[in-house]
């Protein structure tokens, strides 16, 4: 589905990734994980095809594509309805209600962004992200800045959202638990040039609940304890 191959990517004469060889597999959720500057969004920008300017080879098996970012980007003199028509090829407000409600928003498509709490902004541009059904999302720490109850519920309607669309995900994030709930997969990466340090498969785990993910983190960190360096 998703083939990322990397020789290296430099900026000036910086070396920020080197021999980065990842395939992710239809519906698989993928979590990217590592200290600040370690190259995580320059990985994500590479794997969504916004750069091209590195050596190395990127295949994705679909051109539909989404993404969602730290800040909502809605366009500010455009109310939600507009925001979301604009970029919806099916042009039907049916379908807008229906993955409003999936994230529990009601009776909000007349209002502009300014007048949206963060979360509610937010929530618009995950619906925003899914409304010509992608087969692939890039995430870029999604929920950052946002309070816990309102990630928390967000995630729980994002995960409906990727089982109804059957999404291909990759999620770069800081935040192991986060990676944790949602992710098939993570692979954690360390700093300069960036290197994948650890692979960590098989986590089907996509139920809220807070003693597992403490678990599987405390397993995580115990076989593992140098990748609590620089960023846990
Ligand atoms: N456009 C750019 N020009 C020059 N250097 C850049 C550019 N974008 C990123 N960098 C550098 O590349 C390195 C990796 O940056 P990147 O944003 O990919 O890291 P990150 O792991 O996503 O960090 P964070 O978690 O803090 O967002 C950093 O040293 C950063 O300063």
Excluded at 1 to 20: G, P, W
Excluded at 139 to 149: A, N, Q, R, V
Aim: charged share 25%; hydrophobic share 40%.
């Amino acid at each position: 589905m998703i083939n990322i191959h990397i020789k290296d990517k430099f900026y000036q004469d910086k070396k920020i990734l080197e021999n980065i060889n990842i395939r992710v597999n239809e519906g698989e959720f993928l979590s990217i994980i590592g200290p600040s500057g370690c190259g995580k969004t320059t990985l994500l920008n590479i794997a969504s095809s916004l750069d091209k300017d590195f050596n190395g080879k990127v295949t994705i098996s679909s051109s539909n594509i989404g993404f969602i970012f730290q800040d909502h980007r809605l366009i500010p003199w455009l109310t939600v309805k507009e925001n979301l028509l604009i970029i919806s090829k099916e042009k039907d407000i049916n379908q807008i209600n229906e993955l409003l409600n999936i994230v529990g928003l009601n009776d909000i498509l007349d209002i502009y962004p300014k007048n949206l709490s963060g979360g509610m902004a937010r929530r618009v541009s995950f619906v925003r992200a899914f409304i010509n059904k992608p087969k692939v999302i890039f995430l870029d720490e999604p929920f950052i800045s946002l309070d816990y109850p309102t990630a928390t519920s967000l995630k729980k309607d994002f995960l409906n959202l990727c089982k109804k669309f059957n999404t291909t995900v990759i999620l770069v994030t800081h935040d192991l638990s986060e990676a944790i709930y949602l992710s098939n997969r993570i692979l954690f990466f360390s700093k300069n040039p960036a290197n994948q340090i650890l692979e960590y498969k098989n986590l089907n785990n996509q139920e809220f609940n807070l003693k597992k993910i403490d678990e599987i983190k405390n397993e995580i960190l115990e076989k593992h304890p140098h990748i609590l360096e620089g960023f846990l």
